[in-house]
């Protein structure tokens, strides 16, 4: 099935469309989200008058700044700056930030905000959510709840990421999986799970071992024949603001690391931008031809600049030394990871020289304002004593280099954004400050690090399209959204729910 599903679900009217459209002037605060008009490709956009955190070292924050982009490119920073016949942005008083990354989310869950609340919940209970509801998607939904994620992500300031896509199986639900990302016009790296080979459908009785090893399944032809797929049908070119990437098949323990090793090469036959894998420190001990500890990789010379660990939590120094000497790179989800038995690695692995990000991980079960997530990684580093002489050090911009610097970085986005400088992409966030308590002094960073929420982000732009303006997402029908993301919800629960497990 190669139609969008946009049409089909009556969201027609949304970004995709608008992406092609001419608008006008505004001024940023003033600015009345008339949908279409205001999501075009500016060819020469010049924001006046911002207080800029650059993230850029030959920056800094320059207070009172100006941007000039042309296309989908900043092509100027500085002060005074001016451009015959741009539009122009009147940014005075507010801050403007570089678009943030998120490393690690599995975008699909945005469509199921709150079935799973984490802190309460069981790790078994969020298997079974996924047993039951994995074999209950249509292509529709596939489509629908990417779209609608990623449009969620976009609201709270999120301009990059990479999916971990690990629930769509078949050929048909991993394309509109993959389509639903890439028409929400967000960034990053759509990454299809090698795996899953479910049999069973709403309605059957089917023995929870039998489940379990089908959601664990490895890969296997029909798997492959589906990347070929995505790549002939979705992927086609290099130039698109989504990329293509991988994710092994889950449950590398206990494999034997021949067939790890067999996996990772086939993979590698397709170039992925990124094969991304979720690893904790074991404490587990397996004999050493099974896989048992992510520094068997390391030796088995299968790392490299296109593999992403998710969490890492607990890895040794070497291994982090491991991982900065062949270039992989490391998301941490601090807040997710708040349960987990060993501690964020993040503060490490920056310490260390790794490429490290931070993320949302289950958009199910935590909150969606990024900010939240952005403090969070602070926060974080006070579990343990080298986390808290890391956190001692640090200013508001440490911070904020997880979600944007270096977050680039860590989704192998290095010199493409992450940073307010000449030649980047135009990925940026325009913050309110005029709220009462929003603080008036004090390094920039420091004030968005410890105060601003998503309610603050007043204007978006990815590759230079504006998908946010005046507070308002720009050419989405918010409620028409909400009410087709609570049809299909209910219907994919009440669905999986008719399955037996005995
Ligand atoms: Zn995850």
Known sequence: MDVTRKGFL????????AGAMAGRSVTATAATAKSADAVRPAHRTLIKGADIITMDPAHGEILGGDVLLDGGKIVAVGKGLTADGAEIIDARGMILMPGMIDSHRHVWEGMDNGVVAKISKTVNYYNEYKLRTMVS??????????????????DSGVTSLIDYCHIFHTAELAEQAARGLIDSGIAGTFCYQ????????PGDTVKWDDANAMRNAPADEQHWQ???????????????????????????SDRPMTEIRDELAKMRTFEPHIIAQHHRRSHVQRPPEVFNQFSQLGEWGLLGPDYHVSHGTGFIDEELDMCRDTGTMICATTMGEHSYPDPS????????????????????????????HVRGAFYNLFRTDIGKEIASAYQGEDVLDFVTRLGARSIREDGVTGTISAGKRADMLLLKTDRINFPITGLLADRVVNYSNQPDIDTVWIAGVVRKRAGRMVGVDMAALKAKINEASTRINRDGATIRFV
């Open 137 to 154: 998607y249509t292509p529709e939904d596939a489509w629908l709840a990417q779209y609608a994620s990623a449009i969620q992500a976009i």
């Open 345 to 372: 690695v993040h503060g490490r692995a920056r310490q260390r020289g790794v490429a490290v990000g931070i993320g949302v991980d289950g958009a199910l079960a935590f909150t969606h304002d990024y900010f939240q």
């Open 226 to 252: 589906t990347v070929r797929l995505l790549q002939e049908r979705v992927f086609t070119g290099k130039d698109g603001l989504v990329r293509f990437g991988l994710c092994a098949s889950p449950g590398f």
């Open 194 to 201: 090698v795996s899953h080979s479910p049999t069973y459908k």
């Open 10 to 17: 009556g969201l027609a009217a949304g970004s995709l469309a």
